[in-house]
């Protein structure tokens, strides 16, 4: 998740790009963007910023953040349901409900605190989702069935009858293969036939293990995106952005 260290950290440079220029990565003025509108692409360095509070932040999330800002696209959002899996420091999430979506981040309780205060931190430096159409929210999930029961979202869809999600965003979340059983079950569980999938992830070992076992399950669709033919990986090597659905039966 977005605000944790990767398992080979010592194999990894630290990025030297300040928090605030990723926060602005999200800002695209009060408007859904028209050509023309996103600043010029930032190339990354190396593929996390560790800030002095000892949180992180992913930039293979704002590679997918910036894709998703693309006219074309950023429209497609506009009113839509956002689910973000593993959101960290909401960076990703706030970009998105700026566009006019309705985004609910999630992660584990113990992270609500440092995702809350983040969603604040960037209300005031870029400006609440409010002023463009959208919402944010923060809660509660953890993955697999147990987890998910158990947990504040989980609650909340059994206790009602929530309208699925249009969009689930899944950036950097596949490093940990002890995970991938559980986000496999997060995914069925809130996946309608009319969600599309974002997942993004810097090939890791073991990541890859989380597709094959997708693959094997035969319930998803899924489409590879071809790196600079598709999307702008802004210098970031090995990384790897999927589109994904349910078949149809």
């Avoid at 859904?32 to 992180?56: I, K, N, Q, V, W």
């Avoid at 998105?96 to 309705?102: E, F, V």
């Avoid at 073991?206 to 033919?229: P, R, T």
Wanted: aromatic letters at 8%; charged letters at 25%.
């Amino acid at each position: 998740q977005n605000d944790r260290l990767p398992a080979q950290r010592g194999a990894r440079r630290r990025c030297a790009a300040m928090a605030e220029t990723c926060a602005r990565a999200g800002d695209v003025g009060d408007e859904a963007p028209r050509e023309g509108d996103l600043p010029p692409a930032p190339r990354y360095t190396c593929d996390f910023e560790e800030r002095p509070d000892g949180t992180f932040i992913w930039h293979a999330s704002l590679v997918l953040l910036r894709y998703l800002q693309a006219p074309e696209r950023a429209r497609l959002l506009r009113g839509k349901r956002v689910l973000e899996l593993g959101s960290g420091l909401g960076h990703l999430g706030h970009g998105l409900a700026r566009l006019g979506a309705h985004v609910t981040c999630t992660d584990q309780a113990k992270c609500l605190p440092v995702l809350q205060a983040s969603l604040e931190e960037l209300d005031k430096s870029i400006g609440p989702a409010c002023a463009t159409g959208g919402s944010i929210r923060a809660i509660e999930l953890n993955w697999g069935q147990d987890g998910f029961d158990a947990s504040a979202l989980g609650e909340e869809m059994a206790a009602s009858a929530a309208l699925p999600f249009d969009f689930i965003i899944s950036a950097e979340v596949v490093y940990l293969e002890e995970t991938h059983d559980l986000l496999l079950y997060t995914w069925q569980r809130l996946c309608s036939p009319g969600t599309v999938i974002y997942s993004v992830f810097i090939n890791r070992p073991f990541s890859w293990n989380f597709f094959a076992k997708l693959h094997d399950l035969d319930h998803f669709e899924v489409e590879q995106m071809d790196e600079d033919k598709d999307f702008d990986p802004c210098g970031l090597e090995e990384i790897h952005m999927h589109r994904v659905t349910l078949k149809r039966v």
